[in-house]
């Protein structure tokens, strides 16, 4: 396999958006041949067009295209002159191809009748599913290809190993253990997304316990799921939860994207 196919799918399946530069054309001396890749991230680089300032040039469109999210590819053509500090004398035209993650992270904790549901719902979406339980008998057999499971005593573990903006629901069976993971994701605070099932004196109660350990609960959801969408039923509840999930996400993006376009 190719370093730039694998460096895509490591990206990818960290959940790291990237853009593939592709040399497509040249004319005359160039440093490298049409056909040569790289692939660039926000923080990282694989592969190379060449060096020097065609591919620091390439490098700085790609992660401002990262920035403000672009998602159409683009091309661009650049003589290799003394205006780009280079020697060779003739001219390569590159293409910018933005390769999208392959989705957002999920992490729930509990494996009971809503939970069950939720990951039903969520499976088809771009996403990659934790799913922590220590209850080992209670998960599926089978299992989409998204999703993983931890049966392990620690369920904390999943709030450690959730990466940043990650979406986290609490739905376990027990709510001493609720409250702990609540806490931890609370003292981690980088989550997207924290959702607690129950009801809103729940909410309250929790509230009341952690803001006393100096914790602020001001982005906790609970009761969780869209506002008037749904009963009590599992799968309604599921439902609910995965539009808020998305719209939550659509509204991240949106503000991602206008910061880049401000910046």
């Known amino acids: 396999m190719s370093d730039w196919l694998t460096a895509l799918s490591e ?21 490298r041949e049409a056909g040569t890749k790289m692939v660039v991230a926000a923080d990282s680089q694989y592969g190379t067009i060449g060096g020097g300032h065609l591919e620091f ?34 001219s390569a035209t590159l293409l910018f191809e933005p390769i999208a993650a392959s989705g957002f992270e999920v992490a729930i904790f509990g494996a009971g009748h809503v939970a069950q549901a ?16 220590s209850r080992a008998e209670l998960f599926p057999r089978e299992l989409p ?43 981690k605070d980088d989550f997207g997304y924290l ?15 952690l803001t006393a350990k100096g914790l602020d609960c001001s982005r906790l959801t609970c009761p969780i799921g869209l506002p008037g969408v749904g ?20 509204a991240a993006q949106t503000r991602h994207a206008d910061k880049a376009n401000e910046a």
């Open 57 to 90: 040039r390439a490098a700085g469109i790609a992660r401002d295209m990262l920035r403000a999210c672009s998602a159409a590819p683009r091309s661009e053509a650049f003589a290799l002159g003394p205006k780009l500090g280079q020697c060779c004398g003739g």
């Open 145 to 187: 290809a998204n999703v993983t499971v931890d049966a392990g005593d620690d369920l904390s573990i999943g709030i450690r190993r959730a990466p940043a903006e990650a979406y986290l629901l609490i739905m376990t069976h027990s709510h001493a253990l609720d409250q702990d993971l609540v806490e931890a994701a609370l003292r």
């Open 195 to 209: 959702g607690l099932i129950g009801s809103a004196t729940k909410r309250a109660r929790f509230v009341a316990r």
């Open 231 to 250: 009963t009590k039923h599992p799968g309604e509840i599921a439902i609910a939860v995965a539009a808020q999930i998305l719209a939550m996400r659509t």
């Open 11 to 31: 990206l990818r399946q960290a959940g790291k958006p990237a853009v593939l530069v592709t040399v497509i054309a040249t004319e005359g001396s160039a440093p």
């Open 118 to 133: 939720l990951v039903r719902t969520l499976a088809p979406l771009p996403c990659r599913i934790a799913w922590y339980d």
